[in-house]
């Protein structure tokens, strides 16, 4: 047999294992993103859509809790939280999720309550309205803007939870962390009052438990309380009804607010609940701003024309 031929045979040899190798990376690649687990923890931070609410620390500060207690996490900037991201939130598998969230309590001429909506950073025109068109006739999605002549985007609801959102969570924790997630102030007698019909939609969803303030809250506050609540959960694996409680009486309520952590529901077993296991204790410095997040005025449920 020549030399030559023997080089052709080798370099066939060569071609077909290099086909082969590749091949099998294809594959593996293929399976990995097919198969791979989804994301424990999924950071939604719609403040950071806005420039002067985004804070990097609080971020950085929570995935090292994340990846100190053993938990995989994702992180979804403030322009990826759109309506049509709520309705797949469920399908993310994760089992907590964190909505640092602009949110706010509807109210009406006289001061009674009508709805809490959570904000997304999808403009609200004439043109999406019509793309939304089912939602927005069956109260599922309103308007929201911060004050009268502010810029509109489309806020979700609890009937948006329950009824538009597709597949359901896997006794999944969630932390809202935006104002009056779970109770607000009377305007005419100034009382705080329960209010649970967003936390009771995300339960009906499959939630397992939902934490969030009973009043308005600032930004840096509800940062600052974020990040000892989920040092208390994950790290030092307390249940939910200790990791409240503790968070409340080392961080004191909202100072303009007075506003506290709360959680639903409130059974034995919420409470009791406990949601990782600790890998190693950690004592984090978070940067307190000083920024209080704009009240919002206003969220109006608006017919598409």
Known sequence: ????????????????????????????????????????????????????????????????????????????????VTVDFYRKLPSRG??????????????????????????TSERYSGESAQKYRDDILDDRLVRAFFTEGDREYFGIVPRFVEKSMEGKFKDTTIIMMGCEGIGYVNALTHTRVPYTDMAEAFVKKGAKVYISWDGPVGIGHTDLATVRLLQSLILKKRTIREAVEQ??????????????????????????????????????????TTLVSKKIRKIEIQRPH
Not at 94 to 110: D, G, P, Q, Y
Request: include cysteine.
């Open 1 to 80: 047999m020549s030399r030559r031929i023997k080089h052709r045979k080798s370099r066939k040899k060569l071609a077909y294992g290099a086909v082969a190798i590749v091949f099998i990376f294809v594959c593996f690649l293929v399976y990995f993103f097919l198969h791979s687990p989804s994301p424990q923890v999924a950071i939604i931070d719609h403040l950071s859509f806005f420039q002067e609410q985004c804070n990097q620390t609080f971020v950085d500060t929570c995935t090292g809790i994340f990846e100190d207690g053993g938990l995989t996490w994702a992180y979804y900037k403030g322009e990826e």
């Open 94 to 119: 994760a089992n907590l999720i964190i909505l640092r969230v602009h949110s706010a309590i509807m109210k009406t001429e006289n001061g009674t309550i009508s709805l809490l909506g959570l904000f």
């Open 247 to 288: 968070t409340n009486y080392d961080v004191g309520p909202d100072p303009m607010y007075n506003s506290t952590l709360k959680y639903h529901p409130t059974t034995s077993e919420a409470g009791n609940y406990t949601i990782s296991n600790p890998k190693s204790s950690l004592t984090v410095n978070v940067v307190y």
